[in-house]
Nanobody, 126 residues
Framework: QVQLVESGGGLVQAGRSLRLSCAAS????????MGWFRQAPRKEREFVAA????????YYGDSVKGRFTISGGNAKNTVYLQMNSLKPEDTAVYYC???????????????????WGQGTQVTVSS
C-alpha cells in the first residue's frame, strides 16, 4: 500500500512563509508527476502546483503563481511546496498527490492522481 505523508503546515501571519513536505512510503511505485491541491471550507478542491518528473516542468494555479514554488527532493517520490507571501485566502487543507499513470498534458487535474495524502492544515491570519 502506498502512503503519502504531508508535513509542515501550521498557523502563520499574512506575509510570512511556510514549507510543506510530502514523502511516499509503503509499496514502491513510480510516479510521473506529483502535485499539491488544497481545499478550503465550503469550497471545491483547487489545484495549487505540480511537477512532472519526465520533463522537469512545473505548473501553478493562478492564485499562487509568483508566490509558491514546487520542487522535488533527492529521495524518490518526495516533493516540497515553498509558500511565500502567504495570504489569509491561502488558508486550507493542503493535499499531496502522486500520478502513477503516464498521461499526456499538464498534471493539473485532480482526477489524474492515483495516490493522496491525508492533508496538512495551513492557516494564515490577517
Amino acid at each position: 500500500q502506498v502512503q503519502l505523508v504531508e508535513s509542515g503546515g501550521g498557523l502563520v501571519q499574512a506575509g510570512r512563509s511556510l514549507r510543506l513536505s510530502c514523502a511516499a512510503s509503503g509499496r514502491p511505485f513510480s510516479s510521473y508527476a506529483m502535485g499539491w491541491f488544497r481545499q478550503a471550507p465550503r469550497k471545491e478542491r483547487e489545484f495549487v502546483a505540480a511537477i512532472s518528473w519526465r520533463s522537469g516542468s512545473t505548473y501553478y494555479g493562478d492564485s499562487v503563481k509568483g508566490r509558491f514554488t514546487i520542487s522535488g527532493g533527492n529521495a524518490k517520490n518526495t516533493v516540497y511546496l515553498q509558500m511565500n507571501s502567504l495570504k489569509p485566502e491561502d488558508t486550507a487543507v493542503y493535499y499531496c498527490a502522486a500520478e502513477s499513470s503516464l498521461r499526456l498534458g499538464a498534471p493539473v487535474h485532480g482526477s489524474w492522481y492515483d495516490y493522496w495524502g491525508q492533508g496538512t492544515q495551513v492557516t494564515v491570519s490577517s
